[in-house]
């Protein structure tokens, strides 16, 4: 089955890099694909005089256009290819690999050593940067647009259901052949055969009537006879074979994450100083924890931040109250590995274990 690995990239160097360890790894350039911007790529056909033209590492850029045109192929889903396209955008260079599934795990791990991003955390950065941003204070001769104050607000709280069905499938069977297969056998048989013997004796003697009656011409006769072998075959039913099919029914338990939307109410501007709560609460406490653990390795702050709030979500939740982290270890790392595929569970879990001791007052 093949299995397509996509990645958003920051810059085109960065970009260069991931097409270039590819194809070190053995992935065929046919299978590789660098998307932009379709101004971007008009600007780099009139720089090439109305050719594509190559960079250094021999790569060619494509339209994004050609992403939506795959979608249905590739298997993403339309809100994937809305943050794609949006990051692409703003600047950024889109890789797609297409490769088997034996190799799709090194892929994603190329994509990753080289800062692809994490597509629906940056999502998020931008939905908080678009509503974070107020409009400037107008100079003099021009005009702005005045604030406005929202009266009511609607949030869609989702939650996802978990429906099981069924569907038949192939699992192997029985072919059965029948040919043909000779061997070779001996049997003994005895055969008679009869031979005439002719003898000749010297007698003298008187002739006796019985000679003289057999004194004249005549011919006597005596024929030999012999046996000889006669064989024939006899086919004859000796075993049979019988195929059936016979029918067996076991419980399977399906193990899935639901996702719900979760509405956090802040008040704030009562008269008294701002508190923070929630994960903010504790944010200057994880840049620390960062910066100790994790700060030499070379990796933002923000590679970080998806486990930081994924660990405070688990020390917040009163279904894991009470529970002792090496026995929800494993549940977690699952948890985490379906969220986050790209991200690997030891690079993480030490981030991800103090955010849920703080969130539960531990430490």
Request: proline share 4%.
């Given at each position: 089955?093949?299995?397509?690995?996509v990645?958003?990239?920051?810059?085109?160097?960065?970009?260069?890099?991931?097409?270039?360890?590819?194809?070190?790894?053995?992935?065929g350039?046919?299978?590789?694909?660098v998307?932009?911007?379709?101004?971007?790529?008009?600007?780099?056909?009139?720089?090439a005089?109305?050719?594509?033209?190559?960079?250094?590492?021999?790569?060619?850029?494509?339209?994004?256009?050609?992403?939506?045109?795959?979608?249905h192929?590739?298997?993403?889903?339309?809100?994937?290819?809305?943050?794609?396209?949006?990051?692409?955008?703003?600047?950024g260079?889109?890789?797609?690999?297409?490769?088997?599934?034996?190799?799709a795990?090194?892929?994603?791990?190329?994509?990753?050593?080289?800062?692809?991003?994490?597509i629906?955390?940056r999502?998020?950065?931008?939905?908080?940067?678009?509503?974070?941003?107020?409009?400037?204070?107008?100079?003099?001769?021009?005009?702005?647009?005045?604030?406005?104050?929202a009266?009511?607000?609607?949030?869609?709280?989702?939650?996802?259901?978990?429906?099981?069905?069924?569907?038949?499938?192939?699992?192997?069977?029985?072919?059965?052949?029948?040919h043909?297969?000779e061997?070779?056998?001996?049997e003994?048989?005895?055969?008679?055969?009869?031979?005439?013997?002719?003898?000749?004796?010297?007698?003298?003697?008187?002739v006796?009537?019985?000679?003289?009656?057999?004194f004249?011409?005549?011919?006597?006769?005596?024929?030999?006879?012999?046996?000889?072998?006669?064989?024939?075959?006899?086919a004859?039913?000796?075993?049979?074979?019988?195929?059936?099919?016979?029918?067996?029914e076991?419980i399977?338990?399906?193990?899935?994450?639901?996702?719900?939307?979760?509405?956090?109410?802040?008040e704030?501007?009562?008269?008294?100083?701002?508190?923070?709560?929630?994960?903010?609460?504790?944010?200057?406490?994880?840049?620390?924890h960062?910066?100790?653990?994790?700060?030499?390795?070379?990796?933002?702050?923000?590679?970080?931040?998806?486990?930081?709030?994924?660990?405070?979500?688990l020390?917040?939740?009163?279904?894991?109250?009470?529970?002792?982290?090496?026995?929800?270890?494993?549940?977690?790392?699952?948890?985490?590995?379906?969220?986050?595929?790209s991200?690997?569970?030891?690079?993480?879990?030490?981030?991800?274990?103090?955010?849920?001791?703080?969130?539960?007052?531990h430490?």
């Open positions: 089955m093949i299995n397509t690995v990645g958003l990239l920051d810059n085109r160097s960065e970009a260069e890099k991931v097409v270039h360890d590819l194809e070190r790894e053995g992935f350039r046919d299978h590789i694909h998307m932009t911007s379709d101004v971007e790529y008009e600007r780099e056909l009139g720089a005089g109305g050719a594509q033209k190559e960079s250094g590492l021999r790569f060619v850029l494509s339209k994004l256009g050609l992403l939506e045109e795959r979608r192929e590739i298997g993403l889903p339309a809100e994937d290819i809305r943050y794609y396209s949006e990051g692409v955008r703003r600047g260079l889109l890789v797609t690999v297409e490769t088997d599934e034996s190799h795990d090194r892929a994603a791990e190329i994509l990753e050593e080289h800062g692809a991003v994490n629906e955390e999502a998020g950065q931008w939905q908080q940067t678009d509503m974070t941003q107020q409009p400037t204070m107008g100079k003099a001769g021009t005009t702005t647009e005045p604030m406005r104050t009266e009511e607000a609607k949030i869609p709280v989702v939650e996802e259901e978990l429906k099981v069905g069924k569907r038949a499938v192939k699992r192997g069977g029985v072919r059965v052949y029948t043909v297969k061997r070779p056998v001996d003994d048989i005895t055969l008679r055969e009869e031979h005439v013997n002719v003898e000749r004796h010297r007698v003298d003697r008187p006796s009537d019985a000679d003289m009656a057999a004249k011409e005549g011919t006597i006769e005596l024929t030999e006879t012999g046996e000889e072998a006669v064989a024939s075959k006899e004859r039913v000796v075993e049979e074979v019988t195929v059936s099919k016979g029918v067996t076991h399977e338990t399906i193990h899935d994450t639901l996702r719900r939307t979760e509405v956090d109410v802040e704030f501007g009562r008269g008294a100083a701002e508190t923070p709560s929630g994960f903010e609460r504790f944010d200057a406490d994880f840049r620390q960062y910066s100790t653990h994790f700060g030499n390795q070379g990796q933002p702050y923000d590679r970080y931040l998806p486990a930081y709030r994924f660990g405070h979500a020390g917040s939740d009163p279904a894991y109250s009470g529970k002792d982290w090496a026995a929800l270890e494993p549940d977690v790392r699952r948890v985490w590995e379906k969220k986050q595929p991200s690997k569970w030891d690079q993480m879990k030490n981030a991800i274990h103090y955010a849920w001791e703080r969130a539960r007052g430490r």
